[in-house]
């Protein structure tokens, strides 16, 4: 029986077991694959995604627990005013060094930028200690959050 | 013929117009080693588009050292375009073509430094010459920029995609006759450029090499067994067969037991998911019996045990270290440790294959291509040459993807299966339980100081892995380690013992655990010296000189080491006190030589009373020759490579074997730094060398290790000599 998904703001159809969790659903059903596998256990946050704008890992996600909920993936997270921001801050700064990881990390930080417009190191920390970046770009991430936030604060005082 | 007219006669340059007035450079140059003898060829792919846009072809694997933008901008700058002109595509694996496409030993900056700008200072003469002909001036009366040519007498000028005709014509020139520009018209080299691929990234693009997607394709698992050269006895597949969606299960042989045998059945099913699902319904009976006695505890007992006797096998003798240590007025021992470690790469082994009418192709994301077309032509019996490799972007290197065990894998899978394409994922566990580990090893030392506090006999005791004059992979030492060059008593000797354990490079593989064990044994030599770190070591170093070549090792300039450890003891203001109480926040240092690259560094690290250990800061100077190429990037993989040192020493990492097994199974086990343990600052800073540029990829790892834990016993008096560092409540 197909159940339906939204994702990206589009509405897909899928007939899989519900059990099948929502990463690889993205990756071998709908054909997004820049949501990535990492360790299958919710432990590196390569998987990341927003339900509803909250921040999940996909691995950890069966299709089951989705339900109506909107799913957003770094295909599209430049739909989301602070997203736009934190891709625009990674480029900027050229955060990637392999990249396996950025896309979990971005989901993570926009979500982060959600919450806490002016996020301070330790918010930075609490939010983003569950991604890791194998390769440690981690100083230019947490730099780049800070310049995100601060084009996000600007675009709503304009 | 001597070696210079053999490199001559295999360098040549073909220029063709291709469809849609495209121009295409094949560049081809003979490659030299060091000592000037003819090592290989190598392509450079020049493409100039009618819209005048470039495109350069990219050879090396991208592993996140920033190669993919690094060598394409030497041939940019010389070829005169603007690097906005430019786009990247990724060749083909194909070294016959190429020349040598490995990452690794960060080996492609010395390699490529040279032909890569030969290759566009070329094609730009040729489009010179084509302007020169067309306007009857004479080539040095033109000048290049952003793709243009100009005459300024006349203020003619032209593109180069509407010379792209003509210069198709040219005759090409020798490469020895092509000017290259002088350092101080350099645009593009030395300028900071973002990686090429980063746009891609942040917009989720499919660019690794498990975001591979074909027509028809399927996935595979693979069951492989725990115990490293076990085989399969015998198996039952009948239950995983039933689980709908479920296609074969093929038995294959992972590259690591003899041919014949078979130690892994590969599940492939319509979904990875459904694959994984089906492998625990295996049944598998597995022939251990030979493995199960080889475990970390017996490892470290039989170290132990070899350290109170004499080593086995000699790694180098020179002058008489006994009457040196009889001799000496102070003697300094400890003993050293460090255990296996994974590579952990965040993008697990994968590798997609189609096997079709006798071809096989694979889209394999590896460091060494060249390695696997072999391996893998071996393994099936077929000609190498039948093999097309698709490489792709990789999520982390760091040494694992040297071996192509998972080409092997996916190329057996896929020859059971003709006509589908075939993608094999390993699940986090399969990659950290069957990896090839960076090996332990356990060091006995001792030092003898003269009177004035010089070292004048070191001798060390190396319980490494594998036989005399074979030691497994990664796990020799060599007989170059710093200070042997330069003490004048030395004995490096070895134990060997037996593993089934399969070991492999792990980034700045040796001097990883090298540069622990002796950087900070002489930091306990310079304190009984009564000196400073940096004291001792420049002390020990004198005067500026070459040492001498041993074997294929870069040559150790003194003049270059003392150079960055000034620069280090300016940078962070050291200044050389040892404390006088342990205050719980300590400062150390550390210095190493690997790579070609010469670093130092400083570290400020805190201990809390429970004893956890946090890093503060750390200061980084560099010497990696007369260029950094894309200072951007090299800034980035010097910090990147000091968190990696950080976390072989504070968060835990050690692979632990049990009854032939690896224990560790995911990143709850085998930790990896995350944002919250990684030091707010690492502040880097590059000394040039009129030397040519060298790698950036791994010499700034090993010092930060000792530079840690002399740090930690500044802070707390407790001297740690076994990674990880585990300090006691202070």
Same mark, same amino acid.
């Given at each position: ?49 927003? #339900? ?59 979500? #982060? #930028? ?45 | ?161 509407? *010379? ?280 006995? !030392?001792?030092?003898? *100081? ?50 089934? !354990? ?19 044994? *002489? ?108 200072? *951007? ?98």
């Amino acid at each position: 029986m197909a159940i339906t998904l939204t994702v990206n703001r589009k509405h897909y159809a899928v007939s899989v077991d519900p059990e099948k969790p929502l990463l690889w659903i993205l990756r071998e059903d709908l054909r997004l694959p820049g949501t990535k596998f990492g360790c299958g256990a919710g432990l590196c946050g390569a998987c990341t995604v927003l #339900l509803d704008g909250q921040a999940v890992r996909s691995c950890q996600t069966p299709l089951s627990a989705v339900g109506a909920a909107k799913v957003t993936t770094i295909e599209d997270i430049r739909s989301v005013p602070a997203g736009k921001h934190v891709v625009e801050a990674w480029i900027d700064l050229d955060v990637p060094q392999c990249g396996y990881c950025q896309a979990g990390q971005i989901m993570s930080a926009t979500w #982060l #930028l959600g919450q806490t417009p002016d996020p301070q190191d330790a918010d930075i920390d609490a939010a983003m200690s569950g991604n890791i970046c194998r390769c440690s770009t981690y100083l230019r991430i947490r730099k780049a959050i800070k310049q995100a936030a601060a084009a996000t604060q600007a675009d709503k005082a304009a | 013929m001597n070696a210079a007219d053999a490199i001559s006669r295999r360098s040549f340059l073909s220029a063709s117009l291709l469809a849609g007035a495209a121009l295409a450079f094949h560049v081809r140059l003979a490659l030299a080693a060091e000592n000037g003898a003819p090592v290989g060829t190598l392509t450079a792919f020049v493409r100039i588009n009618p819209d005048n846009s470039v495109v350069i072809g990219a050879k090396n694997p991208e592993i996140g050292q920033g190669v993919k933008t690094m060598l394409p901008m030497l041939i940019a700058e010389e070829l005169d375009v603007d690097w906005e002109q430019v786009r990247i595509e990724q060749t083909l694996a194909d070294d016959k073509i190429y020349g040598p496409q490995s990452a690794g030993g960060s080996r492609a900056t010395p390699v490529n430094w040279l032909p890569m700008r030969q290759a566009g200072a070329a094609a730009r003469a040729m489009l010179v010459s084509a302007a020169a002909t067309q306007w009857g001036v004479k080539p040095d009366a033109l000048i290049t920029s952003g793709g243009m040519v100009r005459h300024a007498a006349s203020g003619r000028s032209a593109s180069y995609a509407s *010379l792209a005709p003509a210069a198709a014509a040219v005759p090409p020139p020798a490469f020895e006759t092509v000017p290259l520009k002088p350092d101080s018209a350099f645009r593009i080299i030395g300028t900071p450029r973002r990686g090429v691929d980063t746009p891609a990234i942040v917009r989720g693009a499919p660019l690794f090499g498990i975001d591979t997607d074909l027509p028809n394709m399927v996935y595979a698992a693979l069951e492989t067994c725990p115990v490293f050269q076990g085989v399969i006895k015998s198996h039952d597949d009948a239950a995983a067969l039933a689980v709908k969606g479920v296609i074969a299960v093929v038995p294959i042989n992972s590259g690591i037991v003899p041919k014949g045998q078979k130690d892994a059945l590969a599940i492939v099913a319509d979904s990875w998911w459904t694959a994984q699902k089906a492998r625990a319904l295996l049944k598998v009976e597995w022939d251990l019996a030979a493995q199960r006695h080889f475990s970390t505890a017996g490892y470290e007992k039989a170290a132990v045990s070899s350290l109170s006797g004499a080593p086995q096998s000699d790694i180098l003798r020179k002058g008489d270290v006994a009457a040196g240590l009889a001799g000496a007025v102070k003697t300094v021992s400890a003993r050293y440790d460090y255990p296996f470690l994974a590579h952990a790469t965040l993008e697990p082994q994968n590798c997609t294959g189609l096997f079709d009418q006798d071809r096989l192709t694979l889209w394999a994301p590896s460091q060494a291509p060249t390695g696997g077309r072999k391996q893998v032509a071996d393994m099936l019996g077929i000609a190498p040459e039948s093999l097309i490799i698709h490489l792709t972007r990789i999520g982390g290197g760091f040494g694992r993807r040297l071996m192509s065990d998972y080409m092997v894998q996916v190329a057996q899978i896929a020859r059971a299966l003709p006509g589908r394409p075939v993608k094999m994922i390993y699940s986090r566990a399969d990659d950290i339980r069957h990896d090839f580990y960076r090996p332990a090893g356990w060091h006995g !030392l001792t030092a003898g *100081l003269d009177k004035d506090g010089a070292i004048v006999a070191l001798k060390d005791h190396f319980v490494t892995f594998g036989a005399p004059d074979a030691p497994v992979r990664a796990a020799e030492m060599e007989a170059t380690e710093f200070p042997a060059q330069i003490v004048p008593n030395i004995h490096f000797g070895a134990s060997w013992l037996q593993t089934n !354990l399969s070991t492999g490079w792990l980034r700045a593989p040796t001097s990883n655990a090298m540069a622990f064990v002796f950087q900070s044994f *002489l930091d306990e030599v310079a304190l009984a010296a009564g000196v400073d770190l940096p004291t001792l070591i420049l002390r020990t170093l004198g005067e500026d000189r070459l040492l001498p070549q041993v074997g294929r090792a870069p040559q150790f300039n003194t003049g270059r080491a003392r150079k960055v450890i000034e620069e280090a003891r300016r940078f962070a203001a050291w200044d050389g006190k040892r404390p006088d109480r342990w205050t719980g926040i300590g400062r150390g240092f550390g210095f190493y030589f690997s790579h070609a690259g010469y670093f130092a560094e400083v570290v400020d690290a805190t201990v809390s009373k429970s004893g956890q250990i946090k890093v503060d800061k750390v200061w980084v100077v560099g010497d990696i020759g007369s260029h950094v190429i894309n200072p *951007l990037n090299a800034e980035h993989q010097a910090q990147g490579s000091v968190i990696d040192g950080l976390a072989q020493a504070i968060i835990g990492q050690k692979i632990d074997q049990v009854d032939g097994a690896v224990v560790q199974e995911n990143f709850d086990g085998f930790p990896l730094m995350r944002i919250d343990s990684a030091p707010p600052e690492v502040a880097v800073r590059f000394v040039t060398s009129p030397y040519p540029p060298t790698g950036i990829g791994e010499p700034a790892l090993p010092p930060v290790i000792p530079a840690l834990a002399n740090a930690i016993y500044a802070a707390t008096g407790q001297r740690l000599r076994s990674l990880p560092l585990r300090t006691a409540a202070v």
